[in-house]
């Protein structure tokens, strides 16, 4: 009768474990677990049994307890891996659009970085050389007017181009700065560089470059008479570019036209500081009343100094920019080795994913023997001396069952290596229960594992299942049946999820294709665009150049640069639509909401469910942050993604009921906030 008054209230008290773990965080779930185990003991010391009962039914107890935990933690994790598919399948017309826009955006970035520069120099070099009507500087204006021409159509047509174009690999050295200097007037320049060339490395060399012929650009346009002083320099493992335009603010909008004059440059704002960017670009300077040059630089849509804060993000520096007495100063802090300035990017614990499954299994396999052994059964109980020797073994029988996803076959072997052990002890201290019981009790190990064998469909694997078949059919009879049952099932879970996959695969195939459709009419029609505007512009300027007509490359590049201005603001003209939740269109959110994103690792493809998720985890880290100078980082791991930015209490709290039901871990220092979510947790 206590036996059956206690295994009589274990049913709904699992049952309580299991939907504790299924509808709350995986804490609140182990303690409930805890809480049943202990009850357990106490039902059973209430109604009389021993110590070493009470021991024993609260081993079995906590055993079952962490598998109803592990099963409600599994259909936690399957719900939302559903909800999160449903999400991402529900969000999918939007992908068209959002990669046009993305499209378009990088064109954009791209015009700005090259084009409007090479004009904007040859605007200011034909300007400065007619001025002073100074043969020498005339003949070298237009011998750098034909070269930058030349090089503005060799660009252009790159762009315009409708094939996926080449990421340009960064090979150079910071000499490139040296060569670029030269073809601004030297008498406005104090030009310094102490790092050495080759110094950093070819992407921070790059990025450099940029952010050097972007605070240039700026300056001709924004305070044409002023001095500029540009030095760089390595200062403890950095590089850093500096360049301070010395001039009193104009009252007038500055006399070249280009891309990015949106104000004037009085108005600018005390200071902006970026660490890192948005995805292609999209990024946005803020300020209270001030408008000048840092209105140009967001205006457009995220190319200017914010594209340098996702160029320079993107090394692992800072960009910092804001005025300088009465002039401006932009510096750029980049790492010279790649990686040196990123955050550890380490995951926190993992119990709350798929491997709490593999060691609550672990858990119950050790458990039930140990605690049933300790039970009274028709035959006596194991004495303390017994239990000392056999334990550790039941522990090392269970313990491959934490590997049966990586290795199945392998942990399958070692379980089945242990028996011959077991046995022997069991025999050599006297135990005087049958073998078939220490069978019975250990047998459903490796029932576990022969599934995980199939679910695999290894072929070459069917030897160890089927010696199992024959030893089981010597000691059990009819119920080596068990073994096949399980193999078998393996077998037809893993065909069924391979034929998934596959389902999943080719649906995604088809969905990319019509994407890059998509994509591919915007390119076209921005190419035509192009093609009938600045890139015939930019020839003007060669066939000028050419034949020696200063005048008509003054005339010609401010053309180019008047219809650069207006390709630009149609390219960056915003829309309403809701981005789709993707990693990218974060970056897009972070604009709206005046949040820097910063992307780290090698970006690849992520599983959509995990993408949800952490589009989902950066929005709620956004809304807490809209408003305020603040980072998101979105950083690419080799396991997962990880999240991370600031967050108060109540944020953090939404943040690890995301995480936890995800498999995931939220770890915080101060209002420091990280978000790691495994793939393995919802792939």
């Not at 300007?127 to 007017?145: E, F, G, N, Q, Y």
């Not at 802090?333 to 119990?351: D, H, K």
């Not at 396999?365 to 039970?375: E, N, Q, S, Y």
């Not at 990586?406 to 005087?432: H, I, K």
């Amino acid at each position: 009768m206590q036996g059956l008054v206690w295994w009589s209230a274990s049913p709904a008290a699992l049952t309580m474990v299991y939907f504790v773990a299924r509808h709350h965080t995986a804490g609140i779930a182990a303690a409930a677990a805890g809480v049943v185990a202990g009850a357990s003991a106490v039902v059973a010391s209430a109604v009389g049994w021993s110590d070493r009962e009470v021991l024993g039914a609260a081993l079995v107890a906590a055993g079952m307890a962490a598998v109803a935990w592990a099963l409600g933690r599994w259909r936690r994790r399957s719900l939302t891996r559903r909800t999160a598919a449903v999400i991402h399948w529900g969000a999918r017309s939007r992908f068209a659009h959002f990669a046009a826009r993305l499209e378009r955006h990088r064109l954009a970035a791209g015009l700005h970085d090259t084009s409007a520069h090479r004009f904007t120099a040859i605007a200011v070099g034909s300007t400065a050389a007619l001025r002073l009507a100074d043969p020498v500087m005339k003949a070298r204006a237009l011998d750098h007017a034909a070269a930058e021409g030349r090089a503005a159509a060799s660009e252009l047509a790159r762009l315009a181009g409708c094939d996926d174009p080449p990421e340009p690999a960064a090979t150079g050295d910071l000499s490139e700065i040296d060569a670029l200097m030269s073809t601004w007037p030297p008498q406005r320049i104090t030009y310094r560089r102490t790092a050495g060339a080759t110094d950093a490395s070819p992407q921070a060399t790059a990025v450099a470059v940029r952010v050097v012929r972007e605070s240039l650009t700026n300056a001709f346009k924004h305070a044409p008479a002023s001095s500029i002083d540009v030095s760089v320099e390595t200062k403890s493992a950095h590089l850093v570019a500096t360049i301070t335009d010395h001039a009193p603010p104009l009252e007038s909008p500055p006399p070249i036209p280009g891309p990015g004059t949106g104000g004037e440059r009085g108005d600018r704002s005390d200071g902006v500081e970026a660490h890192g960017g948005q995805a292609h670009g999209e990024t946005e300077h803020r300020g209270q009343g001030h408008t000048g040059r840092q209105r140009a630089a967001q205006g457009r849509g995220g190319w200017g100094l914010a594209g340098l804060a996702g160029a320079v993000g993107e090394c692992g520096g800072s960009l910092t920019a804001g005025p300088s007495g009465a002039g401006w100063t932009v510096r750029a802090v980049l790492p010279l080795t790649p990686g040196l300035g990123l955050p550890a990017s380490t995951r926190v614990g993992g119990w709350r994913g798929r491997r709490a499954t593999d060691l609550a299994l672990v858990m119950l396999a050790v458990a039930l023997t140990a605690g049933v052994a300790l039970l009274p059964p028709e035959n006596p109980p194991l004495t303390p001396a017994q239990a000392l020797m056999l334990v550790p073994l039941f522990a090392l029988h269970a313990l491959p069952l934490a590997w049966r996803h990586r290795a199945p076959a392998v942990s399958l072997a070692a379980s089945v290596a242990v028996y011959p052990l077991l046995l022997a002890v069991w025999r050599t201290t006297g135990a005087l229960q049958p073998p078939g019981n220490l069978y019975l009790l250990c047998g459903w190990v490796e029932l576990v594992l022969l599934y995980a064998v199939g679910v695999r469909r290894r072929a070459r694997t069917w030897p160890l299942p089927l010696a199992l078949f024959a030893a089981s059919g010597v000691l059990l009879g009819a119920l080596a049946v068990l073994p096949a049952a399980a193999w078998a099932l393996g077998i037809v879970v893993g065909t069924r999820r391979e034929q998934r996959r596959k389902a999943a695969v080719a649906r995604d195939a088809r969905f990319a294709a019509q994407t890059h459709a998509a994509l591919l009419a915007e390119r076209e029609r921005i190419a035509a665009g192009l093609r009938s505007t600045v890139l015939r512009r930019a020839d003007e300027v060669v066939a000028a150049a050419d034949e020696g007509r200063l005048d008509a490359v003054l005339a010609a590049a401010r053309a180019g640069l008047t219809g650069l201005r207006e390709l630009l603001d149609g390219l960056g003209a915003q829309d309403d639509v809701d981005p789709p939740p993707t990693l990218e269109a974060l970056g897009v959110l972070g604009t709206r909401r005046s949040v820097f994103v910063r992307y780290e690792g090698h970006r690849r493809a992520v599983h959509p469910a995990v993408e949800v998720i952490a589009f989902l985890a950066g929005r709620e880290l956004m809304r807490r942050a809209a408003g305020q100078e603040a980072t998101v980082t979105v950083t690419y791991l080799r396991s997962g993604m990880m999240v991370s930015g600031t967050a108060d209490d109540v944020t953090r709290r939404r943040l690890l009921a995301l995480a936890d039901a995800a498999g995931g871990e939220v770890s915080a220092n101060g209002a420091a906030v990280r978000v790691w979510l495994p793939e393995a947790g919802l792939a």
